[in-house]
């Protein structure tokens, strides 16, 4: 069973930046495709940003220009780069990955207030 732990959440003031991780007990390059997704109060689950097998990152038009997604072998880590925060993506944020199963972290909650 893949256990990923997400770290990193907290409270920010809109504009600022966040660095969410997830690190996987499995190689995290050995995943179909991995990623983050997000959940807002009253509101489904999205995808965030992923990267499906070793093509270019795809990322959800709200957070493009201000999202970095990335993952390193030698950590065995992914890593959610959050820059120019607003208010709208306050969120509990959960880190997937899928291969022969689907795994998710529990989750990290981010919220963007002045």
């Known amino acids: 069973q893949v256990r990923l732990v997400e770290s990193g959440g907290g409270l920010v003031q809109p504009g600022a930046s966040l660095t969410l991780s997830c690190a996987s007990s499995?190689?995290?390059?050995?995943?179909?495709?991995v990623g983050w997704y997000r959940e807002a109060p009253g509101k489904k689950r999205e995808m965030v940003a992923q990267i499906i097998k070793f093509r270019n990152p795809e990322y959800a038009e709200s957070v493009q220009g201000r999202f970095t997604i990335s993952r390193s072998a030698t950590q065995n880590t992914m890593t959610l780069q959050m820059n120019s925060l607003k208010p709208e993506d306050t969120a509990v944020y959960f880190c997937g990955a899928k291969g022969a199963i689907e795994s998710w972290g529990q989750g990290t909650q981010v919220t963007v207030s002045s």
């Open positions: 499995a190689p995290i390059f050995g995943f179909d495709s």
